[in-house]
């Protein structure tokens, strides 16, 4: 869904209230939260919050009103992002018809999808509802302070209570609130100094066409979210457990996760695809039942084994005859280093340190830019979206600008220079190394970085090369840390090593 810390408008400011959202789907995914109600939050947890009988504790409140950072979260454009907010629009509507339905609905804005049953009317029908909703404003270079966040003390103890200090540090979340309800006028051209005629709201015709009527006071989101599991049930869910599986087995059943419609790939195996979403639904939503049930398959629990026959009949393991190798993400190459050298903070990370907004000046020409390394789980990195993470770039991380349905595998030279020449590897490689040259003997450390590393003893020809790698670089090096170097020289070899980076 496109997660970053910055607004990505041309100063690209800071969002300090972000991580929230990304915590709160961290602890969705941990709890199991069910993915029916996972999708209602997200899309109008902050009317939830306030409809709720009893009245939501405040941390039940809160959580609510942190799940609509999924809208907050859209991209701003423009140096002033109240004119250029169909642009955000826009980009809220793209980002909700791939990551829950599997369609390009954004490409009706300016006139009928030519290959799917989606109209124009339809974009309109949809942008009505997120039009009536109120975005918080990240700042921007012609009005550089943050506004119109939402508070996350309920509003029913905020009139009870006089402690000012309770209520600031109650410090509010990056999220969305109920604007003035209204029909979308249809931008002719997808220009919006070109208005046509009223568009009632609504959702798409291909499954009903329904308009939001009841209550006709509202955004119309908490409709949308119900008829998301409702009427469209069957393609949420199919949509949802061939995600699991991509990740799962590298390539979902459907290989094209954010596209079901004709310009896709059709389902390489159909029945099976119908089969999981009906499982899914019947589980409860479950999506750790849906990882139960994938992981103890047959076709999960394959050897990556070469077979010549089968490859000649199925060269792209289309009917899963093996388990196709992969390469770690780029956020599991990180972790990976983290966790095998014994740095890896398993601590949640939380706010990231911000200048104080009242000393923001960013400008197109001088925009937000940092980075905060920490030992934390890659996914706790500060993410920018108009200058990546420098690591995240080079591993093929996620584009934080759109939603992005699969990594693209890249194989470069830097890569490699990474492992060799990156202060960070050296940094990890020599901590280790010194915890290894307490070992007894070489034979000793080299048994323990292979498991470490590996999982396995190391061969007798990787012990023979071990001994010459170590005897010519003791050689070259002298003084009283030359063990310790030669072992983080070796062990920077061993994180570029394919065994290391890729998961058979």
């Known amino acids: 869904v496109r997660y970053a810390d910055t607004a990505g408008e041309t100063a690209d400011f800071p969002v300090p209230d972000a991580w929230r959202y990304r915590n709160y789907v961290i602890n969705a995914f941990n709890s199991d939260k069910p993915y029916d109600q996972f999708l209602r939050e997200q899309l109008a947890g902050d009317i939830l ?13 809160a959580e609510l009103v942190v799940a609509t950072g999924y809208l907050a979260g859209a991209r701003r454009f423009g140096f002033d992002t109240a004119a250029d907010h169909y642009l955000t629009l826009e980009d809220t509507i793209d980002v909700f018809g791939k990551s829950a339905l599997g369609l390009t609905i954004a490409c009706a804005r300016c006139h009928d999808h030519k290959y799917d049953p989606i109209s124009a009317n339809d974009y309109y029908a949809l942008y009505g509802i997120f039009d009536s909703t109120r975005y918080p404003f990240p700042g921007c270079e012609k009005v550089n302070r943050p506004k119109d966040m939402v508070a996350l ?7 009870k209570t006089l402690d000012k200090e309770l209520v600031q540090r109650a410090g509010q979340a990056y999220a969305v609130a109920e604007g003035k309800p209204h029909h979308a006028v249809l931008h002719k051209r997808g220009d919006p100094k070109s208005p046509g005629e009223i568009v009632p709201r609504g959702f798409l015709e291909i499954f009903g066409g329904q308009t939001v009527k009841t209550p006709d006071k509202t955004s119309g989101r908490l409709q949308l979210a119900d008829w998301l599991i409702g009427p469209a049930s069957h393609l949420t869910a199919r949509v949802m457990v061939n995600r699991i599986w991509q990740h799962h087995f ?3 059943l459907v290989k094209t996760p954010n596209d079901f419609g004709t310009r896709g790939d059709p389902p390489s195996h159909p029945e099976l695809l119908d089969y999981l979403a009906r499982r899914f639904i019947d589980s409860g939503w479950s999506v750790k039942a849906m990882h139960r049930l994938i992981l103890t398959s047959e076709a999960y629990q394959r050897s990556s084994t070469h077979h010549d026959k089968n490859a000649q009949i199925d060269p792209g393991n289309t009917w899963l005859w093996k388990y196709s190798r992969r390469r770690l993400s780029a956020e599991e190459i990180r972790d990976a280093v983290l966790q095998v050298c014994g740095d890896l903070d398993r601590t949640p990370g939380e706010a990231h340190p911000f200048l104080d907004a009242k000393k923001w000046g960013y400008t197109q020409h001088n925009p937000f830019s940092a980075v905060y390394d920490h030992d934390r789980r890659s996914v706790y990195l500060m993410t920018q979206r108009i200058k990546r993470h420098p690591f995240l770039a080079l591993f093929d991380g996620a584009d934080a600008n759109a939603s992005t349905p699969f990594r693209h595998t890249t194989t470069v030279p830097t890569q490699s220079l990474f492992f060799m020449n990156d202060p960070f590897i050296h940094g990890k490689a020599t901590g280790l190394a010194t915890r290894l040259v307490k070992l007894m003997n070489d034979d000793a450390r080299l048994e323990r ?11 007798a020809r990787e012990r023979e090369v071990n001994r010459r790698f170590l005897d010519e670089t003791l050689r070259e090096t002298k003084g009283s840390d030359s063990a310790r170097h030669a072992w983080a020289a070796w062990l920077r070899v061993m994180f570029a090593s394919n065994e290391f980076v890729y998961v058979d």
């Open 49 to 61: 919050a306030n409809e709720f009988k009893p009245q939501p504790k405040r941390e039940r409140y």
């Open 449 to 459: 970085a292979c498991r470490l590393l590996y999982g396995r003893a190391p061969s």
């Open 153 to 159: 003390l309920p509003p029913w103890e905020m009139t």
């Open 250 to 252: 590298g390539a979902g």
